[in-house]
């Protein structure tokens, strides 16, 4: 089975410019979270999202968006770029929503601010 | 953010020795924990997880122990190899929705 898949992998961006990374849940896996990575803040959760709906987000301005589709493929956008976007950004899957379930990350994409 | 940002801690383990990172969870309705281990380049990599109602839990070469009292978790690594060396995390959830991780402990296996 395919694991979670995540493109682009690499991205420069510059400052004000919008961007959309994508990503694909393993086979079956319903269940969609994004996460940035930085040096400084760790791995914070930014949102997950099952069967289309947003069911939490983190602590993230508005910005930062996404959504799912009916394939569970899901996308995330972060508009009017800072600085500070740069970060790895992951995605994990798992097949439910609200259940003590593991989730798997995928390789992530790496976003360079300039 | 709800994970804290951190310079990563550091444990360096002779090639062949055990290894043990430990990790302190916050909320202590926290029922379910996963160790993740991430090479440089890689997102994290599933390595073994524990419910609340366990104390401890084994995997090939890896063990998990939880200390609820203390609200304590820690990974072992049995005869360590220059392929474990990786950053690790721990997740803690309560069930319903988000993970929260830890800020890491680097291992460097020396040869």
């Known amino acids: 089975k395919a694991g979670v898949t995540q493109t682009p992998r690499y991205l420069i961006k510059t400052r004000g410019q919008q961007v959309t990374l994508s990503c694909s849940p393993i086979?079956?896996?319903?269940?969609v979270s994004w996460y940035q990575q930085t040096p400084g803040q760790g791995l914070q959760f930014l949102f997950e999202?099952?069967?289309?709906?947003?069911?939490n987000k983190g602590n993230f301005p508005g910005r930062f968006s996404g959504r799912q589709f009916s394939n569970s493929r899901s996308e995330m956008n972060v508009s009017t770029l800072e600085l500070g976007d740069s970060a790895l950004y992951l995605c994990a899957s798992k097949p439910l929503a609200g259940k003590q379930e593991t989730q798997y990350f995928g390789p992530g994409t790496r976003l360079l601010v300039l | 953010g709800e994970s804290v940002g951190l310079h990563l801690p550091t444990l360096s383990v002779q090639e062949g020795d055990n290894s043990i990172i430990n990790c302190a969870y916050s909320?202590?309705?926290?029922?379910?924990f996963i160790w993740y281990k991430q090479e440089s380049g890689k997102g994290p990599q599933f390595i073994i997880d524990i419910r609340s109602n366990m104390d401890k839990r084994q995997g090939q070469r890896v063990t998990v122990l939880l200390n609820k009292t203390v609200k304590h978790l820690s990974l072992q690594i049995a005869a360590t190899q220059p392929g474990d060396s990786a950053v690790y995390f721990c997740?803690?959830?309560?069930?319903?929705?988000?993970?929260?991780f830890g800020t890491g402990t680097r291992l460097k296996v020396l040869a």
């Open positions: 997740a803690e959830t309560s069930g319903t929705y988000k993970y929260i």
């Open positions: 909320n202590s309705a926290s029922d379910y």
């Open positions: 999202y099952f069967s289309e709906t947003q069911r």
């Open positions: 086979s079956g896996h319903r269940s």
